[in-house]
């Protein structure tokens, strides 16, 4: 089943919906960003500025606006499945980025979110309590898994007494 998402200048454009797609078509799309992300450069350690005889481990590898225009293409090239572009033929092409407005190509990138929430597993499920993984979720750092408000599970440290007055 596909939706008609209304875009600027009085044109359309039906989208499957994230029920479409299946396992093999997640599995290309990570495959896709895992193709990508090994393109980059893996960042060196770097030492700790608190302690100099520390090195902290590497950042993580992320995506740069070019990556992440290349997977928005596979997405768009994925789930447009109609337009009123009848000029411009389907799939999605990278090169329509040059013949279609700013604001068109936002507002496809929008109505294709739900899709890609889908593919990276980030959808909002308050039945499903599993963190989320995926190439786009979260910033690499700890997730937020503790309910607001929620003590510590770990003690607090103990007091630290100073010798010297």
Known sequence: MT??????????ADLLDPDELTGADQDAFLDKYDELIQEIPQPAPQPDPANPAVMLPAPPRQLGRAGNRVMQDWLLAKVIAGWSF???GLPWQREYRGQL??????????????VQDALIDA??????????SG??????????????GSPSPLPAPP???SATP
């Not at 939706?3 to 359309?12: C, I």
């Not at 786009?136 to 309910?147: F, H, L, Q, R, V």
């Open 159 to 161: 007091a630290v007494t």
């Open 123 to 132: 959808e909002d499920d308050e039945a499903d309590e599993a963190p989320k």
């Open 135 to 148: 190439p786009a979720s979260g910033s690499g750092g700890s997730a937020d898994t503790s309910k607001a």
């Open 101 to 114: 407005p700013v604001r068109v190509c936002n507002a496809l990138a929008k109505a294709a979110g739900p």
């Open 3 to 12: 939706t008609r998402h209304p875009l600027p200048g009085g044109q359309w």
């Open 86 to 88: 009848d000029q411009l």
